[in-house]
């Protein structure tokens, strides 16, 4: 990993109060910019060197203990790295073991990771050893479709004129950022965010098989219009306007 990553969300490291000028002048939010940016630096360290002391966090850094110490609640607060107990190895020396911070599984995933890339692989190696192109849209189908559970019980429990809606929400809990929205003679569906948007793009057999999934659960026929993907700044699907005694799409359930 490049010793300049940095937290890929800093969102995760929240601001706290409002956006104010301080007594000498400066902007709150600027400070809080400062602020953000050494956090992530406290972070980045606890990466680098494992866990950390606050001693040795503050050497590393060239920050005050208490400094360090600062960032590190704010850090805790927001699940990014977490206290315990230093381990020992050997003989123990008298006194309480000292405090160390290590990362937690949020914070880790917070850093660039190399997951899109070992997707992408896998997907390689299916599509040269294991049937092509044809076995790599299959894999998509199936992963589409083992999400489409919750999917289609977010459509079933509403209304036809809120099947687009229903969906929307149900993508957002999975990370979608997705928001339904009136077009003419139909809605459009908005996926603001694409967990697998860079894999997508060598695969795009991806996208086809989300596309397939979602007119065989809204019950029509449906067009891709844009992909994050393809350079898009969203993945905008159309969907035309559901007829109101329209059923939703049954596929996937097991025969009665």
Not at 45 to 66: F, K, N, Y
Request: overall charge negative; proline content about 4%; some cysteine.
């Amino acid at each position: 990993m490049s010793g300049s990553a940095e937290l890929r969300n800093n969102g995760v490291v929240k601001n706290v109060g409002e956006a104010r000028e301080t007594p000498t002048g400066t902007p709150q939010e600027e400070l809080a910019t400062g602020e953000r940016s050494t956090r992530n630096r406290v972070a980045r360290s606890i990466l680098d060197h494992g866990p950390s002391t606050v001693a040795e966090l503050a050497g590393r850094l060239g920050l005050t203990q208490a400094a360090v110490r600062r960032h590190l609640d704010a850090l805790v607060a927001d699940d990014v790295v977490a206290a315990r107990e230093q381990r020992v190895y050997g003989t123990r020396t008298r006194g309480r073991p000292a405090k160390v911070f290590a990362l937690t599984d949020c914070g880790r995933d917070a850093f660039d990771q190399s997951y899109d890339k070992l997707a992408a692989d896998a997907l390689r190696w299916i599509a040269e050893r294991e049937g092509g192109s044809e076995a790599v849209a299959a894999f998509a189908r199936a992963r589409i479709a083992a999400q489409a559970s919750t999917y289609r019980e977010a459509i079933e429990s509403v209304t036809p004129d809120k099947r687009a809606e229903a969906l929307a929400r149900a993508l957002s809990a999975d990370g979608y950022a997705a928001t339904a929205r009136s077009a003419p003679v139909g809605e459009q569906l908005c996926q603001h965010h694409c967990p697998v948007a860079h894999v997508a793009e060598q695969f795009p057999q991806l996208c086809e098989a989300e596309t397939e999934i979602f007119a065989e659960l809204l019950g029509t026929h449906v067009q891709r219009l844009a992909t994050i993907a393809h350079g898009d700044g969203v993945c905008t699907t159309f969907i035309p306007k559901i007829s109101t005694d329209a059923p939703a799409s049954t596929a996937g359930r097991n025969p009665a």
